[in-house]
């Protein structure tokens, strides 16, 4: 706990989550309930901004899961943000790669989720001597565009990587009138475990014991 609070403390002053810190704590507390298994996959973050979550999530991988990577996803460029005003520029990538430039086990990809599902089966990366692929993530943190169609698409193509007892936590899904929010209170998967808070929705995958293991 000591921990997590030291880490937060050091990385949300570099994200945009400053005025609710309670779902940046979330969302690293989650982080660091990942299970830890043999050939720990990557982490995943959609959505990097200045680099504060994917900071901290390099720091629980550094604590907790040191052989394995974080992956982030990001276009930047001045692309038109969703409906908002808010701009994601170079100013914002140069920041990133400052922030993180000592972590050998970063790794980012310079595009939108949609780029990154469309290739993600073509690419491989380095770790440990060893080539790994993409086949499997350890942890899941969608945010980048905030669209329902856009979170429903990442949603959709990632759950099948995420692996058993992970999680997979979605940032403000309180916008768009909760559209995310309700549909997964909505939706009746027996393979997932949905909580709800105020503006994020955090996704437990699971599989239900069958009856010869029950
Ligand atoms: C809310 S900010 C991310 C904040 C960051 N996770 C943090 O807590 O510090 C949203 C980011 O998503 C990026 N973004 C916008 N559309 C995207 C897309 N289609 N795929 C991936 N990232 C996207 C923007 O460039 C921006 O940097």
Known sequence: MKQLAKIIKESIKYSDSKGDQKDFYTMVEYAAKTPKIADQPPFLEIGTRRGGSALALLKV???????????????YGNKPYDSKPWKYGDDFYVEMKNLLASYENHIHYHMT?????????????????????????????LDGSHLPENI??????????????????????????????????SAKNPHLEVTNTKNQTIIKKWCKPTKQTE
Request: proline share 4%; hydrophobic share 40%; glycine share 2%.
């Open 152 to 185: 429903l698409f990442e949603f959709e193509n990632l759950l099948p990587l995420l692996i058993k007892g992970g999680y997979l936590v979605i940032d403000n899904t309180d916008f768009y009138e909760k559209k995310i929010q309700k549909h997964f209170s």
């Open 61 to 75: 991988i550094e604590a907790l899961y040191p052989d394995t990577v974080l992956v982030t996803v990001d276009p």
């Open 113 to 141: 989720s949609e780029d990154f599902l469309d290739i993600l089966d073509q690419v491989h990366y380095w770790s440990q001597r060893k080539e790994h692929d993409f086949s499997r993530f350890s942890f899941i943190f």
